[in-house]
């Protein structure tokens, strides 16, 4: 009976310090967006985590008010390698506007501050995220 309680304890214990720590091994991801449109749209922010899923099925998404010119947005992820590709949605129809080449017409911004000259790669916008990372900061730009 002793070594039920022994192990009970021991169980409970392990779980609590997970629990602080983050969820089972996940901690806050924080994307500072800069420059943004006030009152103009929503932005939404995606992270991918695999290549094969870039700007087609982001692995967390958000969007957030643009009611200042700075925005935050956490995401509660495992450490590892992140892309995020960040757009103003001005006209909130749900989508990233574009030419008909295939330039945003809307505001854009990418991890490490990547400004792309053809498509978007995801290594050029992927961060190796760490427990005690600082927040990835990501300055919204017109493409066209």
Do not use: C
Request: charged content about 20%.
């Amino acid at each position: 009976m002793l070594l039920y309680h022994t192990l009970a304890i021991g169980i409970i214990l392990i779980t609590n310090t997970l629990t602080a720590s983050g969820t089972f091994g996940q901690q806050t991801l924080g994307v500072q967006i800069s420059n943004v449109r006030k009152n103009s749209g929503k932005i939404v922010v995606e992270i991918y985590n695999t290549e094969s899923s870039w700007l087609k099925s982001p692995f967390r998404k958000t969007v957030l008010p643009t009611n200042e010119a700075i925005k935050t947005a956490s995401f509660d992820v495992p450490p590892g390698k992140y892309a995020i590709s960040v757009y103003q949605d001005v006209n909130e129809n749900g989508e990233l506007d574009r030419t008909f080449v295939g330039i945003p017409k809307e505001p854009v911004g990418f991890g490490n501050n990547y400004k792309p000259f053809g498509k978007p790669r995801f290594e050029s916008a992927s961060i190796e995220y760490k427990a005690a990372s600082k927040p990835q900061e990501i300055k919204l730009f017109e493409a066209f």
